[in-house]
């Protein structure tokens, strides 16, 4: 039994590890993006202050230099979906999760925005994603769960 009980801590050691070794790898990415690319900055600081379309003109220029980069799709698709534009929402979330498929903003917004089209199944296969990408819990799945609780009962 203990070494059952040694075997399990040595491996939930390790997954913990390796959670925070690809958050430490996802945060030196970010950074060096935004560093380098100014039109990421100002999105993300237009996204701050609620000024969507200029987010929207920003991160557009931020896409077309770092077409790659998930965390300028997702910016995109959360601009989009607070000026209900769904359709480019959509897709940008969608290339959000083509690049990262375990992007947990992505995962949440999208999750969101379904709840916002009324397509409430759909938001629970992104919650499902959450779980999976948040293995000792994260805020967004935490979120998007309370989104989904909230929706139900309105309905």
């Not at 040595?10 to 913990?16: D, K, Y």
């Not at 920003?58 to 000026?83: C, F, I, M």
Request: aromatic share 8%.
């Amino acid at each position: 039994m203990k070494v059952f009980a040694g075997a399990l801590m040595s491996f939930l050691l390790g997954l913990a590890l390796c959670e925070n070794s690809a958050m430490a790898d996802r945060d030196r990415d970010e950074s060096a993006t935004t560093k380098t690319s100014p039109s990421l900055t100002a999105g993300r600081k237009a996204v701050d202050a609620k000024d969507f379309t200029t987010a929207i003109q920003h991160l557009t220029k931020a896409a077309s230099e770092t077409p790659k980069d998930a965390d300028v799709h997702n910016l995109l698709g959360y601009s989009y979906r607070n000026l209900r534009q769904f359709d480019k929402a959509l897709e940008h979330y969608r290339v959000a999760l083509e690049i990262d498929p375990r992007h947990r903003g992505a995962n949440e917004y999208m999750g969101e925005l379904y709840l916002e089209m009324d397509q409430p199944a759909n938001a629970e296969k992104h919650l499902g994603a959450l779980s999976k990408a948040c293995l000792f819990g994260c805020k967004e799945y935490t979120e998007l769960k309370e989104a989904i609780e909230k929706y139900k009962t309105k309905k």
